[in-house]
């Protein structure tokens, strides 16, 4: 097999693996968070704040993948 035909498997491999950490890292995120603001309602704020920049960061790590398996398809 040459390189061009393992390019879309590459890619593929590349987004799959690189948003399954991500996935996972996102849904316990909200689920500490809501269970921090179901025992402290009055810390909505401070919660809120820290969950949306965590949630910024994890989301940065997939699409980072969502990149190199662009770069892999089309270089």
């Known amino acids: 097999m040459d390189a061009e035909t ?5 890619a593929a491999l590349a987004i799959g693996l690189g948003a399954i950490g991500p996935g996972l890292g996102i849904g316990l995120l909200a689920a500490g968070a809501m ?3 179901g025992r402290n309602p009055e810390a909505v704020g401070p919660v809120q704040q ?3 920049l ?3 960061f994890a989301e940065a790590i ?3 993948a969502l990149v190199i ?6 270089v």
């Open 6 to 10: 393992l390019k879309p498997l590459a």
């Open 54 to 56: 965590a949630l910024a």
């Open 62 to 64: 997939a699409i980072y």
């Open 35 to 37: 269970e921090a603001l």
């Open 50 to 52: 820290n969950m949306i």
């Open 69 to 74: 398996a662009i770069i892999i398809l089309f």
